[in-house]
């Protein structure tokens, strides 16, 4: 009834709801190593994957032996998992996937899955799907990467994927997940101060000025705070010390970076198309990075100390990747 309403406890009621919910609202981007060994299996840890949660939306990077296990430890949920990508058609990196397209059909899946991947995925799996997935309740779409080249992959409102072209023994590349700039942030005393109505508040928030029901114009920078920094988080993994990437992944918050190998082991390193701690250290150390994550590790290192010491000499904010641990950008 509105001649019981108290208009100005109702104005105070949704500001301050408002505001709840936009200091709630800090977005996550979270990386959850699910494995990060190498091709040869070993009982410290799983063939490589791993999932990025970006509010709350998850995104697989690569498909190893055991994935969807680790997923189960990790506490993901499958029905967030909408974005698989896979940066080569090694199996250390791709095993896994059958198992987890036809656990998706068991559990009655009505959501389409997309995976972006080398175009010779889609023709390796479709007998496999065709033969053990008879009747699937959800949709598959491939959509083919090219890895020779920079392009974007993904995008929605509010995240970029780029791909990021490595040098591997078979076609392969790495990706960069970037947050689009948000809006501006508003200080709740000037929005209380002025009034200014709930409607207003969006286009506020994307730049414009307050103008008040006596013409007055209120300037965006009076009543806004800038928009807070936008996170980059790159993932490379499998690749021949290549210091062509520096330039995209260049001031990133943090980066996982293939580190097979340790110094002493360089020219195998090499024979094989992988880097060292050192070299990923130094690639960390010459794009700016903020933290620098390595896996991908050897099996013939019984412990990866050694990897973690040779590149925390040259960039001192490494760390280790571990099975279901999880970073945040």
Known sequence: YPSTINLKRVHSFWNTLFFYLLLHAMEKFEVHILGCGSALPTTRHFASSQVINFRD??????????TQMQMRKSK????????IFISHLHGDHCFGLMGLLSTFGLVKR???LYIHAPSELQALLQPQLDFFCKGMSYKIVFQAVDTYKRQ??????S???HSIPLRHRIPCCGFLFEEKQSARHLIKEKIDLYRIPIYELNKIKNGEDFIDEEGRVIPNEEITLPASPTRKYAYCSDTIYQPGIVQQIKGIDTLYHEATFASSDEARAKETFHTTAMQAAELAKNAEVKKLIIGHFSARYE??????????QIFDNTYLAKENICFNV
């Open 152 to 157: 974007i992959i993904y995008e929605d409102r």
């Open 159 to 161: 995240l970029l994927v």
């Open 76 to 83: 993901l949920k499958f029905s967030r998992l909408n974005h």
């Open 110 to 112: 009505t959501a389409t």
């Open 57 to 66: 939306k998850h995104f697989m990077i690569d498909c190893g032996e055991g």
């Open 303 to 312: 412990e990866e100390s050694v990897l973690l010491e040779e590149a925390k």
